[in-house]
């Protein structure tokens, strides 16, 4: 890793569409990506796989040191096997929220998210990309919506690919996931000092990369086209 290598800082709730916006960051600058709910959902999914439960911490953090992942064309490698499809279900990202407030498990990931600093930049996605993993980010972005809108956008996400979903279940369990990435002792969810923060109720994706990208030509990160 190098301190001098630029990095995008993106962070957000659930569904405020800080993924949609890094990927589209990412591929505009040529930039690689981190997608660091992808770490904690990988960590969940192959706990409940294993059978490794949340009070055996010290194991889950163990587990998340000896884990080789890879991002690979879209794909999610595990330890040599495709976990893309495995990552998303509703298992996984429930008990992901529930893995990152354990202090061990954040720590082993630590590590792996700052070394996927590399140049010629990186966007990161998270939670605490700009208050923890890289305060030095040349650019913070804070991403938030109401929940109501960001229940919808999953809701619609998950009909898309043909799955049946509730909509007031998707909203409680926004709700709830929420509660618990603010009130956690642990690299909590909330916008840095110098974040901008843009709230995304009333805005396309397209309007967001829009504004953001606007801001990154601003500070010289690109060229403007």
Do not use: C
């Not at 969940?44 to 059978?51: L, S």
């Not at 901008?196 to 397209?206: E, L």
Request: hydrophobic fraction near 45%; aromatic fraction near 4%; charge should be negative.
């Amino acid at each position: 890793m190098s301190d001098n290598v630029p990095v995008i800082a993106i962070d957000g709730p659930s569904g405020s569409g800080k993924g949609t916006l890094a990927s589209a960051l990412a591929e505009r600058l040529g930039w690689h990506l981190l997608d660091s709910g992808a770490l904690y959902r990988i960590v969940a999914a192959v706990a409940i796989a294993r059978g490794i439960t949340l009070d055996h911490e010290s194991e889950l953090a163990a587990m998340a040191e000896g884990l080789d992942i890879s991002f690979k064309e879209q794909k999610v490698i595990v330890d040599g096997e495709d976990l893309t499809d495995l990552i998303r279900t509703e298992g996984a990202t429930s008990l992901s929220s529930e893995v990152a407030a354990l202090a061990g498990v954040r720590a082993a990931i630590l590590t792996m998210q700052r070394e996927m600093r590399r140049v010629p930049g990186l966007v990161a996605d998270g939670r605490d990309m700009g208050t923890v993993v890289f305060p030095s980010a040349e650019l913070k972005i804070f991403l938030d919506a109401d929940a109501e809108t960001r229940a919808q956008r999953r809701y619609n996400q998950l009909k898309n690919k043909g799955l049946s979903v509730n909509l007031p279940a998707l909203l409680d369990a926004i709700k709830k996931r929420d509660e618990r990435d603010i009130r956690r002792a642990v690299s909590p969810l909330k916008a840095a000092g110098d974040a901008i923060i843009i709230d995304s109720t009333a805005m396309t994706i397209v309007e967001v990369v829009a504004e953001v990208y606007a801001e990154v030509v601003a500070r010289r990160l690109a060229e403007g086209t």
